[in-house]
């Protein structure tokens, strides 16, 4: 795919997006992880605040996977003039926490607990667009593992990331 149509998608997905908020525990015990993230999808379900700070969106999830676009731009620069490492390391913790959500039957919840982040490439506002596309590795009834990966439309990977999250009851 090319960095316009990842932007085209983009624009579409946020074209659906109901207004930024916190769901309560109550609304997230009625539904499993899957379908409360395809609410965010929908536009049924807020999406969250830091992603609007941050400026990145999900734009598809499925049960295992989870992705999220972003595009690094100078709000985001560190004092060496490139993005912040945390940025990235950001984006991958939100996909891998996805990954694992949509994951989790009706009334449970999860909680990440250890994340490892190795940036590869150096993000600037030259990128362009990047997707941070996480998967499950293994889903257990109290520890779920899940990797992402940071990458540019061209598939240039930028970051790589693991994460242990716990499961529990909401």
Known sequence: MTAEAWRAELEAAKARYAPVGVSSVDE??????????????????????MAHTLDFHLVEVAEGRAVWQGEPGHAFYNP???VHGGWAATLLDSCMGCAVQSTLPQGQGYITVDIKVNLIRPLSHATGPVRA????????????????????PE?????????TCMVFPL
């Not at 395809?38 to 807020?46: A, F, N, Y």
């Not at 596309?133 to 540019?152: P, W, Y």
């Not at 598939?155 to 994460?163: E, P």
């Open 155 to 163: 598939g240039r990977l930028y970051a790589h990331g693991t994460s």
């Open 28 to 49: 997230m015990k009625r539904v499993s992880g899957l379908d409360f993230l395809r609410g965010i999808l929908e536009g049924r379900v807020p999406p969250p605040p």
């Open 80 to 82: 060496i003039g490139s």
């Open 133 to 152: 596309i996480g998967t499950i590795v293994n889903a257990g009834r109290t520890i779920a593992i899940a990797e992402g990966k940071l990458v540019g």
